[in-house]
């Protein structure tokens, strides 16, 4: 969702700067596992946030639903791809005495979007990108960005051989596969020169630090001795402040790690002490 929202929840402003904010209609869409996050509806009114649940939707998903089918008005929708397709799926619930319809197959195919966005596109599988594909109207425009040095997507079992490209990516697919030459970012603009050229060790060759002296930048000294309302339930240790030192542009962080998969306790932890430090 941070990829989603990132994009999505500066749209906003965007419109109305413009002075496009009556003529649009921004939608974001979530699992209904996902909890809703109230902030989004107290700091961005003009986005719809809709929970998609395809065996009960709501009357605001079916709305969306026929919004597309019939645009009026430009429509952007943003969410995982997962919830685009029960989006597809979604129809409206069935009265007493009636028959349900099912979904189909086919049901996922449908004419909607004249511009496709995919983010983090090296995370995100080929299959997993039929169900936004799947949604593009008549000579729609696509753009993929994604990073094939990072971590691609995980699968249990071996490509078939030569067919890596098939079944990995988004991005290696569309590079590999088909051929095309991306468009490098050149400058990074949230690191310091020597961040920078430590990437470069990890194939980012051509990346320069927008800011070469940048840091952090600090309206009282760091403690470096625990302070007197220190909450028990935070880890202290004089090393906090060093992780924090401004002059210094990277610190490595080492620790003993049993097993941690998608949530590491310790490092939450840390997070929130250095977090209450800087407070």
């Known amino acids: 969702y941070n990829a989603v929202d990132n994009v999505l929840l500066d749209i906003e402003s965007a419109l109305i700067k413009l002075n496009l904010g009556n003529q649009c209609d921004v939608y974001r869409i979530q699992s209904k596992h996902h909890v809703t996050d109230p902030k989004i509806a107290q700091n961005h009114p003009k986005i719809k946030n809709l929970v998609v649940d395809n065996q009960k939707p709501s009357p605001d998903v079916l709305n969306l639903s026929k919004a597309l089918n019939a645009p009026a008005k430009i429509t ?40 496709i966005v995919i983010d983090e596109a090296s995370q995100v599988d080929v299959a997993s990108s039929l169900l936004v594909f799947s949604k593009a109207a008549s000579e729609s425009a696509c753009v993929v960005a994604g990073d094939n040095l990072q971590l691609p997507p995980i699968h249990l079992a071996e490509a078939p051989e030569d067919l890596a490209s098939l079944v990995g990516s988004l991005y290696g697919f569309m590079v590999d596969h088909h051929g095309l030459s991306p468009a490098s970012l050149e400058i990074n603009y949230r690191s310091s020169a020597p961040l920078v050229e430590f990437t470069k060790q990890a194939g980012y060759a051509h990346l320069q630090s927008h800011s070469p002296n940048l840091q952090l930048n600090f309206l009282h000294p760091i403690p470096s001795q625990q302070p007197p309302n220190w909450p028990s339930a935070f880890v202290w240790t004089p090393d906090l402040a060093k992780l924090l030192r401004a002059d210094e542009p990277g610190v490595s962080f080492i620790y003993e790690d049993d097993i941690s998969s998608q949530a590491n306790q310790f490092e939450a932890d840390i997070v929130a002490s250095l977090l209450w430090l800087l407070y």
């Open 76 to 115: 952007i929708v943003g969410g995982p791809v997962q919830q685009l397709h029960n989006l597809a799926i979604s129809y409206r619930p069935k009265k007493d005495g009636e028959q349900r319809k099912e979904a189909k197959a086919t049901d996922t195919l449908k004419p909607w979007f004249d511009f």
